[in-house]
């Protein structure tokens, strides 16, 4: 008896493990099917494309036709009119004594800058005294001959050799007298020390002289230079391919890159009739009349405007997204769509529009606020 209750249960437990693993399978193939599936992630290549729930959300305008004429911004820097510097120079040569006037300093006309000493001086002083001495000598022996001869005691060859003699002693005391003041001295100062002065008023731009130092008259450098800085030069380089846009005579704005908000007139004077070789750019020559701020050495920007007017696309200033330096627009590009394009922004219009220079036309379709897309799609 004890052996079949064995075996019954044997059976029975089988039987249980049986149907436990029959009912474990069916189970496991439920679960599965009833998982959702997998999601879908739709990818765009094209990374400046976005995708709306709405596009209706997002309002869109054309883009309206601007004309206006073309314009050429170029670099350039400030110099001295070439007219309008001068150098100041020595004829004396000598040793500097004295200096009265620095590198950036104004003057005025007739101011002194230097003083030199000048045996120049002294030996032109000296033949002064001795023209003027020989011219008194020749005087009276000229008087006392013409009281001779008009009493009949010498002959007239007598008494023209006496004029000749107090004609000739003139000469001499004048181009004696010429020669100190060309050596910048007068017959009245009886000195070796020669002072020069400014020839015109403006600001010294240029110092090559210090104390004790000596002059050479015309065969050393210029002590001093003075430029008139009351009209200037623009000097820019304009590339080859832009030539055609500048012409002699137009007007161009100016602005000084210390002071962006002032825009100065001027005049195109002069295009360069050689190319720099490295470059490819012509030297341009603007003229400016100096308000008071322009200095030499000084970096502006120049903008030169073309006769032909030219189309261009003109959007609210809402229109354009200003991210990463660049600006952009949205235009549509099919349902539930918009494309991000670059575009090269210009001047602001009245109304709150802008006008876009370059990366779309009159006529296309842009979104009216692309800041709020932009809001929208980063969220």
């Given at each position: 008896m004890k052996d079949k209750a064995t075996g019954f249960t044997a059976i029975c437990v089988a039987t249980a493990l049986v149907l436990v693993g029959c009912g474990g399978a069916p189970k496991e193939k439920d679960l599965a099917a009833e998982a959702p599936p997998p999601a879908?992630?739709?990818r765009e290549n094209d990374a400046s494309i976005v995708h709306v729930d709405q596009s209706d959300q997002f309002p869109v305008v054309t883009a309206a036709e601007y004309k206006a004429a073309s314009e050429l911004v170029v670099t350039g820097v400030v110099t001295p009119d070439i007219s309008r510097?001068?150098?100041?120079?020595?004829i004396a040569s000598g040793r500097v004594v004295d200096i009265r006037a620095r590198l950036g300093d104004t003057v005025k006309k007739g101011q002194v800058?230097?003083?030199?000493?000048?045996?120049?001086?002294s030996a032109a002083f000296s033949d002064y005294r001795k023209a003027v001495a020989d011219e008194i000598l020749a005087g009276k022996q000229f008087d006392r001959a013409k009281g001779?001869?008009?009493?009949?005691?010498?002959?007239l060859n007598d008494?023209?050799?006496?004029?000749?003699?107090?004609?000739?002693?003139?000469v001499d005391v004048e181009t004696t007298t010429e020669k100190l003041r060309v050596l910048g001295s007068s017959e009245d100062h009886p000195s070796g020390i020669v002072d020069i002065v400014a020839p015109i008023s403006g600001v010294i731009t240029d110092q090559q002289v210090t104390?004790?130092?000596?002059?050479?008259?015309?065969?050393s450098t210029n002590p001093f230079t003075v430029s008139d800085l009351s009209d200037v030069w623009i000097i820019c380089d304009v590339y080859e391919n832009d030539l055609p846009n500048v012409h002699v005579g137009e007007t161009a704005d100016v602005r000084l890159n210390a002071y962006p908000d002032q825009v100065i007139q001027g005049r195109i004077s002069n295009i360069g009739a050689v190319?720099?070789?490295?470059?490819?750019s012509a030297k341009v020559r603007i003229e400016v009349h100096n308000p008071g701020m322009m200095r030499p050495g000084m970096f502006v920007s120049a903008t030169f405007r073309g006769q032909k007017k030219e189309s261009h696309a003109s959007v609210p200033a809402s229109a354009i997204l200003h991210l990463h330096d660049r600006d952009w627009v949205y235009v549509p590009a099919g349902e539930n769509k918009f494309r991000r394009v670059a575009v090269t922004a210009g001047v602001?219009?009245?109304?709150?529009?802008?006008?876009?220079?370059?990366?779309i036309k009159p006529g296309d379709k842009v979104v009216s606020n692309a800041l709020v897309l932009q809001s929208t799609v980063e969220q």
């Open positions: 879908q992630v739709e510097t001068v150098p100041v120079i020595s800058l230097l003083r030199v000493q000048s045996s120049d001086i001779l001869y008009d009493h009949g005691a010498i002959s008494f023209q050799i006496a004029e000749d003699a107090e004609n000739k002693a003139k104390n004790a130092a000596g002059v050479q008259g015309l065969s190319l720099d070789p490295t470059l490819r602001n219009l009245p109304d709150k529009m802008q006008e876009i220079i370059s990366g």
